[in-house]
């Protein structure tokens, strides 16, 4: 059973930056593409970010392309998404997922796995 854990929320001004972790336990492999989604209140849950463990591979929402980064760290099992220009509509909680099998799903349905989210807030 693979657990994810996410990291790094927090209250945030716009224009600044944030680091969220997922780190990954239970039986990850590089045959896994792990993604990020996020949910503001009272609206549905929305892809962001994906990743490819083995080879990198991203693939980006167009509201947080050239904002917002997303990479691992093999040897800590970990993925991270690096967000800079933060703007209000960013606020959300954001939560990792994974998925087996390497396609970089855009679809929340498509992954198996889930951590329990962290807050983002961005105040103007």
């Known amino acids: 059973q693979v657990q994810l854990v996410e990291s790094g929320g927090g209250l945030v001004q716009a224009g600044g930056s944030l680091r969220l972790s997922c780190a990954a336990s239970?039986?990850?492999?590089?045959?896994?593409?792990m993604g990020w989604f996020r949910q503001a209140p009272g609206k549905e849950r929305e892809f962001v970010a994906a990743?490819?463990?083995?080879?990198?591979?991203?693939s980006y929402a167009d509201s947080v392309k050239g904002r917002f980064t997303i990479s691992r760290d093999n040897a800590k099992n970990t993925m991270y998404l690096e967000m800079n220009s933060l703007k209000p509509e960013d606020t959300a909680v954001y939560a990792c997922?994974?998925?087996?099998?390497?396609?970089?799903?855009?679809?929340?349905?498509?992954?198996?796995?889930w951590g329990q989210g962290t807050q983002v807030t961005v105040s103007s």
């Open positions: 997922a994974a998925r087996r099998g390497s396609l970089l799903s855009r679809k929340a349905s498509d992954y198996d796995y």
């Open positions: 239970g039986g990850t492999s590089s045959n896994y593409a």
């Open positions: 990743l490819r463990w083995s080879f990198g591979a991203t």
